[in-house]
């Protein structure tokens, strides 16, 4: 089983590192494209490795490669791979069970150093009180499972090929999407935002009540920044829970939503839901450990509702 966390020191940045280039695994996703573009805007070159082509980066810094996650070594041609992120959404029958570990080894032949993957929140299973790296993780659902088994996977990689890794448990990402026009599954915030603009009325799945943890994407880059830009300790495992800072409910980022929405089009926007129940209990999702390695960082998700809005806009040929 792997261990809840693992002792950190902060690290001083290391500027040799600040222009490493950088592999990102799943990098046309929700998470990855953003991050591509991001990386790529701070000088890095970025090699995105995904299983379908994007409608285009249009960024000189950012090349793409095909994987074939049934295969997953195969199209990784790359020659030098110092540091590699893994954005591991893969639904079941799109992978072969263990992806992440022939990719893992397939890369420490060619210089790898350093992993930087994305997990979720949902590996500590309820999220109930006060959850911080040291919580026993125990998930309730596949998904969290799913993201568990990838952190196994990775703390043995570890072992083998004294490489560093980073484990990010993240909450709900909020943010624009570079290819949001050109997805079939978008967004919790871009659904929201689609319905707000469409019918002036939104419907929640669950109750208004429903705690959430929402993170802002410039937050969550602000944090991999700092990340990225540390000497890399051979055999170094950490896990770090990657989060907003405060706990909010479901029907409040509605109320957020429909409000920008409002602010286009000019109408209010009526927000349905199903009957919260009693006694619904909270959590506090702790973050102070990365921030001890990257320093504070608002968490401004009214700035990214705005973005979400426009995406949604734009994908509609209309302006704000």
């Not at 030098?80 to 032949?109: F, Q, Y």
């Not at 570890?158 to 599954?185: C, W």
């Not at 209990?281 to 401004?300: K, M, Q, Y």
């Amino acid at each position: 089983m792997v261990a809840s966390v693992v002792a950190m020191v902060a690290d001083p940045p290391n500027t040799d590192r600040a222009l490493t280039p950088v592999l990102v695994v799943g990098g046309t996703g929700h998470v990855g494209s953003p991050l591509c573009l991001h990386l790529a805007e701070n000088g890095r070159q970025v090699t995105a490795a995904s299983r379908r082509p994007s409608p285009g980066f249009n960024h000189p810094l950012v090349d793409e490669i095909r994987l074939d996650l049934r295969h997953p070594t195969s199209g990784l041609s790359v020659e030098s791979v110092p540091i590699a992120v893994i954005c591991p959404l893969v639904l079941d029958g799109e992978a072969e069970p263990n992806w992440i570990t022939k990719v893992v080894d397939h890369l420490s032949k060619r210089g790898l150093r350093s992993v930087l993957s994305f997990s979720t929140v949902w590996v500590y299973g309820t999220l109930a009180g006060r959850l911080t790296e040291a919580s026993p993780a125990r998930p309730t659902n596949h998904y969290g499972k799913a993201h568990l088994a990838n952190e196994q996977a990775l703390w043995s990689a570890t072992e083998r090929h004294g490489i560093d890794v980073t484990i990010l448990r993240m909450s709900n990402l909020v943010g624009a999407d570079p290819f949001y026009g050109q997805r079939s599954k978008i967004s919790f915030t871009h659904e929201l935002a689609d319905m707000a603009l469409t019918n002036a009325r939104i419907v929640l799945r669950s109750p208004a009540s429903t705690p959430r943890d929402l993170l802002a994407r410039a937050r969550l880059h602000h944090l991999i920044d700092a990340v990225l830009a540390r000497a890399p300790k051979p055999g170094r495992y950490e896990v770090l829970n990657v989060g907003g800072g405060v706990t909010t409910t479901v029907g409040e980022f509605a109320q957020t939503v429909a409000d920008a929405a409002a602010r286009y089009h000019g109408r209010p926007v009526v927000i349905e839901h199903p009957d919260d129940p009693d006694n619904k209990p909270t959590f506090d999702l702790d973050s102070s450990r990365i921030e001890e390695v990257s320093g504070p960082h608002p968490n401004d998700l009214h700035h990214e509702v705005s973005l979400v809005i426009r995406d949604v806009l734009k994908a509609r040929g209309e302006n704000w």
